[in-house]
Each structure stands twice: as C-alpha cells, then as structure tokens.
Nanobody, 115 residues
Framework: QVQLVESGGGLVQAGGSLRLSCAAS????????MGWYRQAPGKQRELVAT???????HYADSVKGRFTISRDTATNTVYLQMHSLKPEDTAVYYC?????????WGQGTQVTVSS
C-alpha cells in the first residue's frame, strides 16, 4: 500500500520560510515524478512544483525564485523549501507521487502566511 506522509506546514509571517517534506512508502520501485500542489479555500488545486527522477524541475510562475523542490531518490522523499512567503501562499499543500501510471496523494499539510 503506497502512502505519502507530509510534514512541515504551519503558521509563518509574511517574508518567512518553511520547509515541507513528503515521505513516500509502500513501493519497491522509485517513483517517477514527484511534486507539490496546493489548494486555497474556494480555489482549485494548482501545481506548485514538480521534479522528475532525473532531477528536472518545473515551477509555477507564482513561486519561481522563492520555492525550491528537491528529492532524495534513495528514500523516496520530496522536499519543498519555501522562502519569502506571501499571504497568497496560504493553502493546503499536497504531495503527489507518480508510479508508472498511478497517481498517489498525501493527506495535505496546512500552510498559513500572516500579513
């Protein structure tokens, strides 16, 4: 049973930093792409950043230059380092891992940025 467990969310003031972690387990194979998505109240879930097995990254325009995604392939863990946080970054952040043709999601972690 594949499970993704996120951690690292919380409350931070604008301009602050947070680091999210997502540990994926239950697979003997390395996951393909892994990434972070977020969903703010009343809005659709949106992509934040993704990273491939080879380390290629992709970011939403709104977070470029402020967020950095990384992964530890050996432990199937993906990280999201967030700097210069803004109130509009407030959302539930979800980890996603792709294994062959299946998508797996974490339960989400709340990030709240106060102004």
């Amino acid at each position: 049973q594949v499970q993704l467990v996120e951690s690292g969310g919380g409350l931070v003031q604008a301009g602050g930093s947070l680091r999210l972690s997502c540990a994926a387990s239950g697979s003997t194979f390395n996951f393909n792409a892994m990434g972070w998505y977020r969903q703010a109240p009343g809005k659709q879930r949106e992509l934040v950043a993704t990273i491939s097995t080879g380390g290629n990254t992709h970011y939403a325009d709104s977070v470029k230059g402020r967020f950095t995604i990384s992964r530890d392939t050996a432990t199937n863990t993906v990280y999201l380092q967030m700097h210069s946080l803004k109130p509009e970054d407030t959302a539930v952040y979800y980890c996603k891992a792709v294994l062959v043709v299946w998508d797996y999601w974490g339960q989400g972690t709340q990030v709240t940025v106060s102004s």
